[in-house]
């Protein structure tokens, strides 16, 4: 798919040797260097994987129905949900009460999709070519996007949010809208992305599939040019994990979804 990029080979033992950074093809966030957390399709609770131990809990269900993007912020949760009457982001406190509720479908058009900056304040993709905060109910345009007949894809990285739109470009931008850097998009016809992750290093990682096949490859991005540093040899699902050195390799979904 790409060139001038290291192949990093596949690790041969039964246990996985980092943490994992997509698993089933959705980011796995990291609350510090403590816990991991996912969610799974068809799943209305949250799996939170305790990284000293290795313990796994679940949280949530009592109060998500179809929950994607995770994130964590000072201490609180935030979740993406979807029900029959609209889509939210969930506010949950460090002991998992919900804190709050905000609708977001009529502002959103990827509902599933969205940042937090580090003063509190939500990104979401906006029809119109906007990426727009929400902060005390008030809407405020962050930056002006390129313009696609695909949603993007949101993920808060480096103080600042990363925005991908397929087939367009790859964008950092900083706390205040300003651009970091900025890609054209580089994959060939044949990829699509399927979402993006920061680790608990603050490493940057895109996941593409291969239309028409059952092969997924990871990357990852340096974090001052948005170069591809590394990506992994392709899997069959869409799990991968990330080793501290930054290698990337595809693993087992059903070895962090359970203890």
């Known amino acids: ?4 990029v290291t192949i990093v080979t596949a690790c041969g033992t039964s246990r996985p040797s980092g943490s994992p950074i997509f698993v089933d093809g959705r980011a796995v966030a990291a609350a ?5 957390a996912l969610t799974r399709q068809g799943s209305s609770d949250i799996v939170l994987r305790e990284r000293s131990t290795g313990a ?12 994607h993007h995770i994130q964590e912020h000072n201490g609180q949760w935030y979740v993406s949900d979807v029900t029959a009457d609209g889509s939210w982001i969930v506010t949950f406190s460090s002991q998992w009460d919900v804190v709050r509720r905000l609708r977001v479908d009529t ?8 940042a937090i900056l580090p003063d509190g304040r939500i990104v979401l993709e906006a029809p119109g070519g906007r990426l727009v905060t929400l902060s005390q109910d008030s809407l405020t345009t962050f ?12 993920v808060a990285a480096l103080g600042g949010v990363l925005h991908a739109i397929p087939d ?8 205040n ?6 890609l054209p998009w580089q994959w060939e016809g044949t990829a699509y992305m399927t979402d993006l992750a920061v680790d608990a290093l603050g490493r940057i990682h895109v996941l593409a599939g291969e239309a028409g096949l059952s092969q997924f490859y990871a990357y990852t991005l340096d974090r001052i040019t948005g170069e591809v540093l590394r990506w992994s040899v392709p ?25």
């Open 1 to 4: 798919m790409l060139a001038a």
């Open 56 to 67: 796994v809990f679940t949280r949530g269900d009592q109060a998500l129905h179809s929950p």
């Open 168 to 175: 367009q470009a790859i964008t950092l931008y900083n706390a």
């Open 143 to 154: 930056a002006v996007v390129e313009q696609s007949a695909r949603t993007g894809f949101l």
């Open 32 to 36: 510090g260097d403590t816990v991991l």
């Open 177 to 182: 809208g300003n651009i970091r850097w900025r």
């Open 107 to 114: 502002i959103a058009t990827a509902p599933h999709q969205f």
């Open 235 to 259: 899997g069959t699902s869409a799990t991968f994990v990330v080793s501290r050195m930054g290698e990337i390799e595809p693993d087992s979904a059903a070895r962090w979804g359970s203890d």
